[in-house]
């Protein structure tokens, strides 16, 4: 029978044995597993078990579904593999590990009032208040920010160093204008206009990428978070 | 010491040039572009190698801001949308990045420098009239401020009373009470009926503003641009300078 430990943050907080021919992972409580977070998609993902094979469909979602920390659309499931929706990491076991070890340990990581999970919760729960507050997209100041919440109201947010632009990066190694924030399609995209290599999401070096909510975007030595305002 | 100003080269080389070589007899101590590099003209990238390489101050014009995606090509006229896309289509990430580095306005020798207007630099006001020019002057804290973006070099003349004066470019000496605003003209598509590339020269020492002139191949241009298949009304302006 086969098994998925869901965790948030390194923190076991659900087992999940199932007979189904079928799971679904989402948002919504109509999902068998519920993953409550922003980033997830009401009707995320999808899991088919079909003889021994288990294959992990992603139903279009917005911010993606990644198996072993690779972007998928369908994948068939190995044993010990690490599917990551949103902030939520689930592990693939082909047998249940119903041993009474494995038992204790669900015992030990059941309890999810720990500081971290509080704080997390705590974070996600400001985010939806500040998006709620304006109704679209916003960064927040992480490190090095000048504001604590930045809204994208206009059609294009320069960043860099220049005075001129709307949201002023701390650090010398870069262009007056190094990025820019871009409104397209009901979502924003993130391009590099200056020097190369001083752009980053989620610490890769970008020209142009998506942004999706929690992206962390990272100019010079100045670090904001993408957070996505209501459709 | 004696600070060569130049504006809206639009990747006119030919003109360049003959306006570098010229500045070079003028045995001046640094050169300022006041942006507009690109745009117009077919050779966008050489023109921006030349200012890279000869001027002290780079500044934004609306050309460099929309091909960096920062102004909706709509804003443009139609003949400025087609040359600016086929401008965008010669940029790589070097020279994006180039421009990237340019500033909204500088101030050099007390003066302020800046494309448009020293009003809100980034919304490209044209200064053709005195109204316009009583609105830069409203944001102006120093004596004198050069620019470009209309291609006429005029001189508004802001007397102490508030009074404002249009005068056709020319040599002059600015006296202390009076604050002015300097269009230096344009190097590579000049619009006042004369086809001859504008630049001007403040000698700070001296005090003292000079209008040049400069002439060049506009031919080679103009079939340069016709072989780009270019707006012909964009070919022809040279010619005649309007």
């Known amino acids: 029978m086969a098994e998925i430990i869901v965790k948030f943050e390194d923190k076991i907080i659900e087992r999940v044995v199932t007979e189904k021919k079928r799971i679904s992972i989402g948002r919504t409580n109509e999902n068998d597993i519920v993953l409550e977070n922003r980033g997830v998609s009401r009707k995320h993902a999808m899991i088919e078990f079909n003889n021994n094979a288990a294959i992990i469909m992603d139903n279009e979602s917005l911010n993606g579904t990644f198996v072993n920390q690779r972007k998928i659309s369908e994948e068939v499931l190995r044993n010990e593999d690490t599917i990551t929706i949103g902030k939520y990491t689930m592990i693939y076991h082909t047998e249940t590990s119903a041993s009474d070890d494995g038992a204790a340990d669900m015992d030990g990581t059941m309890v999810l009032n720990t500081?971290?999970?509080k704080n997390l919760l705590e974070n996600d729960r400001v985010e939806r208040q500040i998006v709620a507050k304006f109704g679209g997209s916003v960064l927040t100041g992480e490190e090095n920010a000048d504001f604590a919440e930045y809204r994208l109201d206009?059609?294009?947010?320069?960043?860099?160093?220049?005075?001129?632009?709307?949201?002023?990066?701390?650090?010398?190694f870069m262009s007056g204008i190094q990025a820019k924030i871009v409104r397209e399609n009901n979502g924003f995209y993130l391009a590099n206009l200056g020097k190369s290599g001083k752009t980053k999401v989620n610490g890769e070096s970008i020209d142009?990428?998506?942004?999706?909510?929690?992206?962390?975007?990272?100019?010079?030595?100045s670090t904001y978070k993408f957070v996505e305002g209501e459709k | 010491?004696?600070?060569?100003?130049?504006?809206?080269?639009?990747?006119?080389?030919?003109?360049?040039?003959?306006?570098?070589?010229?500045?070079?007899?003028?045995?001046?101590?640094?050169?300022?572009?006041?942006?507009?590099?690109?745009?117009?003209?077919?050779?966008?990238?050489?023109?921006?190698?030349?200012?890279?390489?000869?001027?002290?101050?780079?500044?934004?014009?609306?050309?460099?801001?929309?091909?960096?995606?920062?102004?909706?090509?709509?804003?443009?006229?139609?003949?400025?949308?087609?040359?600016?896309?086929?401008?965008?289509?010669?940029?790589?990430?070097?020279?994006?990045?180039?421009i990237a580095d340019f500033e909204m306005k500088t101030e050099d020798a007390g003066s302020l420098m800046v494309h448009a207007s020293p009003e809100e630099p980034d919304e490209w006001h044209y200064v053709l009239s005195q109204q316009e020019a009583i609105k830069?002057?409203?944001?102006?804290?120093?004596?004198?401020?050069?620019?470009?973006?209309?291609?006429?070099?005029?001189?508004?003349?802001q007397a102490p009373n508030g009074n404002v004066r249009t005068i056709?470019?020319?040599d002059f000496d600015p006296d202390e009470e009076s604050s002015y605003?300097?269009?230096?003209?344009?190097?590579?598509?000049?619009?006042?009926?004369?086809?001859?590339?504008?630049?001007?020269?403040?000698?700070?020492g001296e005090m003292s503003i000079s209008y040049?002139?400069?002439?060049?191949?506009?031919?080679?241009?103009?079939a340069k641009m016709c072989k780009a298949d270019m707006p012909s009304m964009l070919i022809d302006r040279l010619e005649v300078g309007r």
């Open chain 2, 136 to 157: 830069g002057f409203a944001h102006l804290d120093q004596k004198l401020a050069f620019h470009g973006h209309t291609h006429l070099p005029l001189i508004f003349c």
């Open chain 2, 1 to 98: 010491m004696r600070i060569a100003i130049i504006s809206d080269i639009h990747g006119n080389l030919e003109a360049l040039q003959a306006v570098l070589k010229e500045i070079e007899n003028q045995k001046v101590d640094r050169v300022n572009c006041l942006g507009d590099v690109i745009g117009y003209g077919c050779n966008p990238v050489a023109c921006l190698d030349l200012v890279n390489q000869h001027c002290s101050a780079k500044l934004m014009g609306n050309h460099e801001y929309a091909a960096i995606g920062l102004l909706p090509l709509e804003a443009m006229n139609l003949a400025a949308q087609q040359s600016i896309q086929w401008t965008i289509a010669q940029l790589k990430d070097r020279e994006l990045a180039m």
């Open chain 2, 168 to 170: 056709v470019g020319h």
């Open chain 1, 154 to 172: 206009r059609e294009v947010t320069t960043i860099g160093k220049a005075k001129f632009v709307h949201v002023r990066a701390k650090g010398f």
């Open chain 1, 208 to 221: 142009r990428a998506i942004l999706k909510n929690g992206d962390l975007i990272q100019v010079g030595k």
């Open chain 2, 212 to 222: 040049h002139r400069v002439e060049y191949d506009f031919k080679i241009t103009q």
């Open chain 1, 115 to 117: 500081k971290k999970q």
């Open chain 2, 181 to 204: 605003l300097i269009n230096v003209g344009s190097v590579g598509q000049p619009r006042d009926n004369d086809p001859r590339a504008s630049f001007v020269v403040y000698d700070v």
